[in-house]
C-alpha cells in the first residue's frame, strides 16, 4: 500500500473502531460481531507496523497495551483528591442537610449517585487527548498509571464531539465487574497464585501491574462522576455530568436529581437492595449539591467538600453455627482462630469460615462449639463473628480452649506483656512463617519481584529449593525447569498438575536478577524486621548510610533518628543480635543487593546544614514540618526525632511540646524559629 493511501486507511479504520469501542463498552450496544471488531483492529496493528511513523498518538490500538512500566512516577495532584464524609445512618444525612440548609437556604438541589467501589482515578485531557491517569495516592501525590489506564476500553483516548476544555481532568473509579473478577481469580487459582479478595483489591492490584497487554487482559472498567475545578463552563453538577457522557466518558445511569430528603432515601433504599443486580460492587451512594456556585460557597474542611457526603451500606449478617475452631500462623508467627462455620449465604456468597482474631475476642464473645453464632461481611475475605445468640445455646456446647503450641511446628507460643495475639517463636522454622517472609521479601513495595507469587513461592518451598530470602538468589535454571505442584481445581474438583516451563522459569530468574538494582531502603524493608515498614526503612537508610552501621547502632543512637521510638529501636537491635539474620543479610551482600545508602539520589541544594542535626516540632506558619524536613535534608543537614546533647537546632513553630523546650533548654540546643531557620540557608 502507497504511503497517502496507508495514512488515509490508518484515519479512517482508527476512527471507525473508537465509535465501536464506545458502543460496545460505554453504550453496550456493539454494532458489529466481535470477530469483525477483531479484523479491523488487526488490519490497523498491521498498518501501523509497516507505518510506524504514521501511527496517531490517541491510536485505539493503545487499548491493546505493550507499554512496560518500570516504576510508577510519583505525580502531585493539579486539585488535592479529597474523600468524602462518611454516614451510616439516615439521621446523619439529615443533619448533612441541615448544615446546607443553614448556609445556603432551602433552595438546594441534589444528585444521587452510585458510590463505586474500585480505585479513584484523575485522568487528564489535553486537546481531546488522553494524557495522564494518576492514582489517588495520598490524596495530594498519586501514581502515574496512564499506560496502564490506556487499555481500559470504556475510557476514551479521545474524546467525542465538542465544548470540552482546552486542558481539564475528570475523576471517576475504576472497577473490575464481578464476571471478570471471577474469572481472573479462577485463573489464578490455577497459576497457583493467591486468588484476589474483592474486585476492589484486583482492579488496584491490575493498575499496578508492570505490563500494560496483561492489564489490557483484565477488562477493568472505569466509571465518571466528577469534574474539579472552577473553570467549568456549566451550572451545575448535572449538566457536569451530561457533557461527559457526550464526550465518551462512562456516566452512570443512576445519577439522578433529588429535592427532598424523601426521594434521597428512596435512591438509598432502592439501591441497598437492587445493589445485588449490579454486575460490579458499589459499597454506598453519594449524595452531592448539584448547583455549583452552591459548592463553591460551601468549600471544603481539610479532607472533604462540605457539599458532598456519602453513605455506606451496613455490612450484611448472618446467623449460622459454629462447628470448629482452627488455628492460623502468619507471616510474624501470630495466630489467628478461625471458625469453621455451618455453610450460610451471606452478601452473594456462601460463608464457611470466619475470623475470631485472637484469645482475647474468643473470651469476651464467650463464644462456644455448638453456638449460633453471627457472622458479617466486610470488605475482606474472610468474614468477622460478631456475638453469639445465648438463646439457643445448646446443654452440650463446648467452650473454645486457646491452643498452647503452634499447629505448624509444634513450639510453645508466647504472648508478651500487652498484647492480645499469641506468637510462635520459632520465626528461622515454622513453615507460614518462612513462607509469608519470602512473600514480603518479594511483595511490590519491597524486591518487587513479581514473577513470584504466593503460590510459586510455596512450591520453591514444598520442594526444599528455599528456606529464606537469601535462598532466592542461589536460584538456577536446571534447578527450576519442571519443577511440578499438584493441586485441586475448584472448578471441576479434579486434581491439575502444573510445572515449570522454560518461559516460566526465564521470567522468575529475570526477575530476581533485576531486583537486586533495588536501593538500601526497600532492601531493608524486604527483610521484615518486625515495625520497620516503608517509612522507617527509609529513614533508617538515609540516616545511617549502611548496613553495618545500622547493625552496629545502640539503643541511644538508634531512637535518634526521627519516627524511630522504643519499640522500633528495641526490635531492630533484636534482629541484628540473631547470628543467623547477619548470615542471610551477608549471603545477600555476597549476591549483590544493594546495603549502602547512595546519597547522590537525594537532591542536594546546598551544603550550608553539612554536620548539623534538627528536631524539627510545633506547626509553622509557612510550611508544614515534612516540608522543612525536607529542606534541611537538601541542604545536607539531618533530621533527627528527640532532642540530645548531639542536637545542633531545636526548629521550634507554635504549640511544641514542652518537655522538647526543657531538654533544649538544658542541654544548651539552641531554639530557633522558621525565619531564623531560612536565613540559615539562605
Ligand atoms: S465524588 C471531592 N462520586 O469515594 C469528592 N466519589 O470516599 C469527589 N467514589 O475518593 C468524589 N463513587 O474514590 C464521588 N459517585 C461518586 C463516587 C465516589 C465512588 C469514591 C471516590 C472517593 C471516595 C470517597
Same mark, same amino acid.
Given at each position: ?30 454494532? %458489529? ?59 446523619? %444525612? ?50 502515574? =498509571? ?16 465538542? $465544548? ?27 497459576? $497457583? ?28 472498567? $472505569? ?145 462456644? %462449639? ?29 467452650? =473454645? ?183 542471610? =543479610? ?82 544548651? =540546643? ?13
Amino acid at each position: 500500500m502507497d504511503r497517502s493511501l496507508a495514512k488515509e486507511r490508518i484515519s479512517a479504520l482508527s476512527e471507525e473502531i473508537r465509535r465501536h469501542n464506545h458502543n460496545y463498552y460505554v453504550l453496550s450496544k456493539p454494532e %458489529i460481531s466481535d470477530f469483525q471488531f477483531d479484523m479491523l483492529l488487526e488490519e490497523l496493528i498491521r498498518l501501523e507496523k509497516d507505518f510506524p511513523d504514521l501511527a496517531e498518538p490517541d491510536s485505539p490500538t493503545q487499548h491493546v497495551g505493550g507499554g512496560i512500566t518500570k516504576e510508577f512516577k510519583q505525580v502531585e495532584h493539579r486539585y488535592p483528591m479529597l474523600s468524602l464524609g462518611n454516614t451510616y445512618s439516615e439521621a446523619e %444525612i439529615g443533619d448533612f442537610e441541615d448544615r446546607i440548609h443553614k448556609i445556603i437556604g432551602d433552595d438546594v438541589e441534589y444528585v444521587c449517585e452510585l458510590k463505586f467501589d474500585g480505585v479513584a482515578i484523575g485522568v487528564t485531557y489535553r486537546n481531546g487527548i488522553l494524557v495522564q491517569a494518576v492514582t489517588r495516592g495520598d490524596g495530594v501525590r498519586g501514581d502515574d =498509571v496512564t499506560t496502564n489506564v490506556k487499555t481500559i476500553r470504556s475510557i476514551p483516548l479521545k474524546l467525542h464531539g465538542s $465544548g470540552f476544555p482546552e486542558e481539564f481532568e475528570i475523576r471517576g473509579e475504576i472497577i473490575l465487574p464481578h464476571a471478570s473478577f471471577e474469572k481472573m481469580n479462577e485463573q489464578r487459582i490455577e497459576d $497457583g497464585d493467591e486468588p484476589f479478595a474483592n474486585p476492589r483489591n484486583a482492579a488496584s492490584g491490575s493498575l499496578k501491574m508492570q505490563d500494560s497487554a496483561e492489564v489490557s487482559k483484565r477488562n477493568l472498567d $472505569g466509571f465518571f462522576y466528577y469534574l474539579p475545578g472552577n473553570n467549568l463552563p456549566f451550572k451545575t453538577h448535572y449538566e457536569c455530568l451530561t457533557a461527559a457522557k457526550s464526550w465518551g466518558f462512562k456516566i452512570s445511569e443512576y445519577a439522578v436529581r433529588c429535592k427532598t430528603s424523601e426521594e434521597i432515601f428512596d435512591y438509598l433504599n432502592t439501591w441497598n437492595v437492587a445493589r445485588h443486580d449490579l454486575s460490579f460492587d458499589i459499597d454506598g451512594i453519594v449524595i452531592k449539591v448539584n448547583d455549583l456556585r452552591q459548592q463553591e460557597i460551601l468549600g471544603y474542611t481539610a479532607k472533604s467538600p462540605r457539599w458532598a457526603i456519602s453513605y455506606k451500606f451496613k455490612a450484611e449478617q448472618a446467623a449460622t453455627k459454629l462447628l470448629s475452631v482452627v488455628y492460623q500462623v502468619g507471616r510474624t508467627g501470630a495466630i489467628t482462630p478461625v471458625a469453621n462455620l455451618r455453610p450460610v449465604q451471606l452478601a452473594g456468597t456462601v460463608v464457611k469460615r470466619a475470623s475470631l482474631h485472637n484469645a482475647d475476642i474468643i473470651a469476651t464473645l464467650d463464644v462456644r %462449639i455448638g453456638d449460633t453464632v453471627y457472622v458479617e461481611k466486610g470488605g475482606e475475605i474472610i468474614p468477622k463473628i460478631l456475638g453469639v445468640d445465648l438463646e439457643h445455646r445448646p446443654a452440650d456446647a463446648s467452650p =473454645v480452649g486457646f491452643i498452647s503450641s503452634c499447629p505448624e511446628c509444634g513450639t510453645a507460643l508466647i504472648r508478651t506483656e500487652g498484647e492480645s495475639a499469641w506468637y510462635c517463636p520459632n520465626e528461622n522454622n515454622c513453615p507460614p512463617q518462612i513462607k509469608g517472609k519470602l512473600e514480603h521479601f518479594i511483595s511490590r513495595k519491597a524486591m518487587n519481584i513479581d514473577s513470584l507469587g504466593e503460590g510459586k513461592i510455596e512450591m520453591l518451598f514444598d520442594n526444599g529449593l528455599v528456606h529464606n530470602c537469601a535462598d532466592l538468589y542461589d536460584l538456577t535454571y536446571d534447578r527450576l525447569i519442571g519443577l511440578e505442584k499438584t493441586f485441586n481445581s475448584p472448578e471441576d474438583k479434579k486434581e491439575r498438575k502444573i510445572s515449570f516451563r522454560e518461559k516460566t522459569v526465564t521470567n522468575i530468574l529475570n526477575g530476581i536478577e533485576e531486583s537486586k538494582k533495588a536501593g538500601f531502603d526497600r532492601v531493608l524493608y524486604a527483610l521484615g524486621i518486625r515495625y520497620v515498614g516503608e517509612t522507617v526503612a527509609r529513614k533508617l537508610a538515609a540516616h545511617f548510610m549502611s548496613v553495618e552501621k545500622l547493625a552496629a547502632a545502640d539503643f541511644t543512637s538508634l531512637t535518634e533518628v526521627e519516627e524511630i521510638g522504643d519499640k522500633i529501636a528495641r526490635s531492630i537491635l533484636d534482629w541484628f543480635a540473631v547470628p543467623k539474620n547477619l548470615e542471610i =543479610v551477608e549471603r545477600l551482600k555476597i549476591s549483590g543487593l544493594i546495603f549502602s545508602h547512595d546519597e547522590s539520589l537525594v537532591i542536594r541544594l546546598s551544603s550550608k546544614l553539612e554536620g548539623l542535626t534538627f528536631v524539627v516540632s510545633g506547626v509553622f506558619a509557612n510550611f508544614s514540618r515534612d516540608q522543612l524536613k525536607k529542606t534541611i535534608e537538601e541542604h545536607g543537614g539531618k533530621n533527627i526525632g528527640s532532642v540530645s546533647s548531639k542536637t545542633s537546632y531545636l526548629l521550634a513553630g507554635d504549640n511544641m511540646g514542652p518537655e522538647k523546650r526543657r531538654k533544649a533548654e538544658k542541654l544548651g =540546643v539552641t531554639i530557633i524559629s522558621e525565619s531564623a531557620f531560612l536565613s540559615l540557608i539562605q
